[in-house]
């Protein structure tokens, strides 16, 4: 009923920048915090940014004043803006939103399929 489609991923050089983008779509009632995770190889996933809809952001110490999460309430759709890039920042990115679509009551936590941000060295 909820699909989240991430774009913007890709190969890009260390110091690089790179903007991430995932739109929700279907039956969207509401949508409450959306935000970003990330995995790479042999490791668990790991939340990178996340907003709620009063705008409010967390970030994870490892990527504070270099990435920046934003949201268009209209557009169903968050951002991340990546800068000053790493090679450890390689890994697959997965959006997420809590997501009351219509006819519920209630919020399920709905996912992406993931997109791949290469940093090379």
């Known amino acids: 009923q909820v699909q989240l489609v991430e774009s913007g991923g890709g190969l890009v050089q260390a110091g690089g920048s790179l903007r991430l983008s995932c739109a929700a779509s279907?039956?969207?009632?509401?949508?409450?915090?959306m935000g970003w995770y990330r995995q790479a190889p042999g490791k668990q996933r790991e939340l990178v940014a996340s907003?709620?809809?009063?705008?409010?952001?967390n970030y994870a110490d490892a990527v504070k004043g270099r990435f920046a999460i934003s949201r268009d309430t209209a557009k169903n759709t968050v951002y991340l803006q990546m800068s000053s890039l790493k090679p450890e920042d390689t890994a697959v990115y997965y959006c997420n939103a809590d997501v009351r679509y219509s006819g519920s009551w209630t919020h399920f936590r709905y996912w992406g399929q993931g997109t791949q941000v290469t940093v090379s060295s």
């Open positions: 907003i709620t809809n009063a705008d409010n952001t």
């Open positions: 279907g039956r969207i009632f509401s949508i409450n915090a």
